[in-house]
C-alpha cells in the first residue's frame, strides 16, 4: 500500500468514529497545544559516539548481586543483541537503564550529557528511551489505528483523550509506521484479532509513533512463529540507523539474523563481546551458555 492510500485509510478511520477524533476548542479559542503532539525527545548528545553508556553499574537484590561492575556502550543508530543465561540480568539491566531499578553504584548515561540515574521512569521515557517488554500490552479492544494514536497522547484525562484528532504530520507518521511494521492491511482490526506476532509489531509501532532515540526490546520474538520472527528480523533491520537498538533474545538465529556487535552477559556484566561469530568460538561462552 502507498502511503497516499495510508493516509486516506487513516481518514477513513477517523471519520468511523468522528466522536473519538474530533478535537474541541481550548478556552482560548485554539486546540489545546498538547494534543496528539508528536513527542521531540531533546538533543542528545552524541559527539563522543555514544548513545548509551554504562559504567560500573552494581545492584544487589537481598544481598544478590544481579548486576556487577556492569560497563557497556552502544553507538547512535546502532543494533546490539545481548544473549546470555537464564538470570544473567538483562532484564535488570534494562530496568536500571529505563528507571525502574536503581543501582547501588556505577554510572549511567544517554548521550554524554544526560546522567538517567537523576531521571525517573516517565522521565526517561519522556527523553526518547522506548521499552517493549516481552509481553504485548495493546488495547484489546480498539483497533491498530486507535492503538498507534493512543500512542501519541498526553495523559490529560479521559475527556482530553475523548476529543482528538490527528494533524497532517501525525497522520503521514502513523501510516509510515503502519507500514513499517506491517500492519497497513489491518488498520482498522480490534488488536484483540490479531496473532501474537502482530500485537508484538503493534506494540513496537506505539513505541515508534513516539520516535524514540533508543529503543530496548526485551525478546521481542519469543513465541513468535517463524515467518513472524523473519518479519520482526526485517523490522529491526529497517530500524537500525533510524534508532539505536538495544535487543535481548535467546533466539540465535534470529541473532543471527540482525546483529552486528553481541554482548554476552553472565553474572550480571560483560563475559564476551564481538560479532556472532567472535562470541560463539569464545570458550568460556560455550561453557556458560551455548553448550558442546
Ligand atoms: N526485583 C528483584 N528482586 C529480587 N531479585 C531480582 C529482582 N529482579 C531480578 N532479580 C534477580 O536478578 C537476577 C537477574 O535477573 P534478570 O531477570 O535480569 O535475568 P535475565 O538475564 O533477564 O534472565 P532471563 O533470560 O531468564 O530473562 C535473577 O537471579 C533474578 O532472580
Ligand atoms: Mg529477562
Redesign the pocket.
Known sequence: MTPDLLKQGAQRAAAHDPAVYQSTPTESGGRDASYGRIHTPGEVDVSHGRILYLEDVSVS??G?K??NKLSLDIAPGELRCII??????????M?IITGK?RPDEGQVFFGSTIDLLRHNEPEIAQLGIGRKFQKPTVFEQLTVFENLELALKTPKGVKASMFFKLDSVQSDRLAEVLHTIHLADSVLTQAGKLSHGQKQWLEIGMLLMQDPKLLLL??PVAGMTDHETERTAELFLTLKGKHSLMV?E?DMGFIKTISDIVTV?CD?SVLAQGTLDQVQSDERVIEVYLGR
Do not use: Q, R
Not at 546470555?84 to 538483562?90: C, I, L, M, R, S
Open positions: 537484590f537481598d544478590f544481579a548486576i546470555g543465561p537464564n538470570g544473567a540480568g538483562k532484564t535488570t539491566m530496568d531499578t526485551d525478546e535481548v535467546h552477559l550480571g
